[in-house]
RNA sequence: GCCCCCAUCGUUCAGUGGCCUAGGACACUGCCCUUUCACGGCAGGAACACGGGUUCGAAUCCCGUUGGGGGUGCCA
């Protein structure tokens, strides 16, 4: 495994994006035994392309973007490539001159894709593409004709809108002498709700963004994975060892696949329960927020067992914690509205005043009243205390409060109905 | 414009000529479980884009139509 960072254009090569490369891939479990940066190569690319100059496989061009487009359309065609203006021009090295290849006129260019099967480009519908830019640099394709060489790579696995600069590739690798090619495989891309490719601008496409959110990496890892491709038997959420034995390139599907964010938190929620105890609390603690650690590890499983994201967390701990939200209306008059609940409130104040402070004798007390009335009181209780209507099961947290605290919440409940 | 590609439930994957009255998962709806919620269990609605072929037989093969996507940079 070689990870190459492909930053021959300048701004690629900042510190923080290819920490963050570094960052995402360690998280998602993939290591790397090799790693090179292009922009430390590029005398070697540079080499390469005088080569093709020396042996007439490339030329110097001195067009400008308008002029090219202008020739263009004087043609008819709205847009087209370049025309090969300069290619038998002999132009001099100069300002604002850029390196061409000169590509086959006839014949086409081809290779047998893993998901695409056989691919076949006609070598006349491929311009004279820019190898050199004006300003000395290499542009990709030459790196990676160069590298995909130098380093042996020997599958190039890549999304789908990498097709169309793939014969330039191939024909930069066969201009160097290359006798054989990496096998290639075009995944199709992951597209939004509009069915588009994923962009930066408009999706969440960093890894970096999911790990934020709470998900775990071994479940966006497998939910990922069956974007556009599936185990036969159906079992989508399995160990990556399982899945290894039997993934195969050559089953990816072609067609687009949707990110589907429910899909994934589902996924989610199956690895955070499966998660050991002791490791979900050591997982999830950073997302806690200021839970006193132990007063969390007391909790923590009723925790694990009602979370699809650990963004999730403090929204089933703020009671516990600080005051409880304040309920919607209509939630608040949904349980407190009924007629019972006056006496219920009043009942409880009456036991709790008193009780043994731990969840078995709060339960007792809470369900006794119930029993003593012939109705439900955990619901006006648990609204009172939490703030909420759903939630962790109320009497753990609860003992963990101050006996004052619960009363006053209660309190202030009767006195708000 | 030109080049490349795609097309099974709302989403995703399975299905590679008969086993399909098309299956699983997510989502959705209902019921059960439960003195909260979630989990779990059960049930339900929901798809082979269209038109031609080929074949005894087509979701599966071929052609076309329609619809969609990707590319077309001195970005990668």
Known sequence: ????????????????????????????GIDWDEEYRQSDRFDLYRGAADGFLSQGLAYRCDCSRNDVIARAEATGAAEAGYDGHCRDRQVEPGEGVVVRFRTPDEGSTRWNDLV??????????????????????????????????????????????????????????????????????????????????????????????????????????????????????????????????????????????????????????????????????????????????????????????????????????????????EPSEKDWKKVMGKETVPAVLDAVIDRLVSCEWTPAALESAVFGVGEELGTKTQLPVRMAVSGSRSGLPLFEPMAELDRAVVLNRLRAARAKL
């Open 1 to 28: 495994m070689v990870l190459r960072i492909e930053d021959t254009d300048a701004d690629r090569s900042k510190p923080e994006l290819i920490a963050a490369i570094h960052d995402s891939l360690t998280w998602l």
């Open 116 to 325: 695409r099967g056989p691919v076949e480009f006609d070598n006349s519908v491929l311009e004279d593409f820019i190898i050199v830019r004006s300003n000395g640099v290499p542009m990709f394709h030459v790196a990676n004709a160069v590298d995909d060489l130098d380093m042996k790579i020997s599958h190039v696995v890549r999304g789908e809108d990498l097709v169309n600069t793939t014969p330039r590739v191939l024909l930069l690798m066969a201009a160097l002498g290359a006798t054989s090619q990496p096998v290639y495989a075009h995944l199709p891309l992951i597209v939004n709700e509009k069915r588009q490719k994923l962009s930066k601008r408009r999706d969440d496409v960093a890894v970096g963004h999911y790990r934020d959110e709470g998900f775990l990496p071994t479940a966006l890892r497998n939910y990922l994975l069956t974007l556009g491709w599936g185990p036969k038997d159906g079992q989508e959420i399995r160990p990556i060892e399982d899945f290894i034995k039997v993934f195969e390139l050559s089953d990816i599907n072609k067609a687009p696949a949707f990110f589907d964010l429910k899909k994934l938190e589902h996924f989610n929620r199956e690895y955070v329960t499966a998660l050991p105890v002791d490791q979900f609390i050591q997982l999830s603690a950073p997302f806690a927020g200021e839970v006193d650690s132990e007063l969390y590890a007391r909790l923590a499983e009723p925790v694990q067992s009602r979370v699809k994201t650990l963004t999730d967390i403090p929204a089933l701990l703020d009671w516990v914690v600080g005051d409880p939200p």
